[in-house]
């Protein structure tokens, strides 16, 4: 049960994300109607040359600018703005479910959780595109992180761990769901997978780059895809967040 009303912050990272930002916002807006406090959307532009910032303005949400080329740190610039005291992180090409903030808003309400994600599905379905599903999978499972795609916590203790690790070039979520859960632990609360809610989201990178792309980058190159993971390898954040087609 519910007994305090939450107000909740959604942060966006948007590099020309035109296409799908609308219905990633819209998505916000339809969840949002279930939760009884207020929602805000913060669009964090990031090197953007298309009509990013018209459509988020065009859907009410605040817009803030990041030069950096580095998703952490749009993602921070987004969070130093948040003004509720629930945070949460979705990228443009994803729609979270209609009940998605609801079930957040339960979780933490219990007490029992520091925070958490939700099962992510894609948009479409091939063998290539579930192996690596399955892959990913076992790589969170491996590193005690159950769930990514979409994070949330109160926004109090998204800033006692310092947000997102602006030093890694990726694997900054699989980081900060580490950072969260071990900050959780001393509090005895869990990082927990919402069961009841999902995330869709887009297929792109298999569209563009093919639906085994994943699974051969990690045969040929599996120190590159270990450097990856720690963040250490700018060339290929580079290539997955700014060289796919939107």
């Not at 949002?32 to 459509?55: F, H, K, M, P, Y």
Request: overall charge positive; charged content about 25%; some cysteine.
């Amino acid at each position: 049960m519910i007994t305090d009303v939450h107000s909740f912050s959604v942060i966006v990272p948007a590099h020309n994300e035109e296409t799908c930002l609308g219905a990633c916002l819209r998505a916000v807006e339809k969840a949002a109607s279930r939760v009884q406090g207020r929602v805000e959307c913060i669009v964090v532009l990031n090197a953007c040359t298309d009509g990013t910032e018209r459509v988020a303005r065009e859907a009410g949400a605040t817009v803030t600018f990041c030069r950096e080329r580095n998703l952490a740190a749009v993602r921070n610039t987004g969070a130093k703005l948040a003004l509720n005291d629930i945070l949460v992180t979705i990228d443009a090409d994803s729609r979270m479910s209609a009940n998605a903030l609801l079930e957040v808003e339960k979780a933490l309400a219990s007490g029992k959780y520091i925070g958490g994600g939700v099962p992510i599905i894609p948009d479409r379905y091939s063998l290539g595109i579930v192996l690596t599903g399955v892959v990913l999978a076992t790589i969170c499972l491996a590193v005690g992180v159950p769930s990514a795609g979409m994070f949330w916590c109160f926004t109090g203790d998204f800033d006692a761990i310092g947000g997102f690790d602006e030093s890694r070039h990726s694997g900054e979520d699989i980081d900060f769901a580490q950072r969260l859960k071990r900050y959780g632990r001393r509090q005895n609360k869990r990082f927990g997978t919402l069961r009841r809610a999902m995330l869709r989201t887009s297929c792109r990178k298999f569209d563009q780059f093919g639906d085994w792309f994943f699974m051969k980058l990690l045969l040929r190159h599996p120190r590159g895809c270990w450097r990856a993971l720690k963040g250490s390898d700018s060339a290929l954040a580079e290539r997955l967040w700014y060289g796919v087609r939107r």
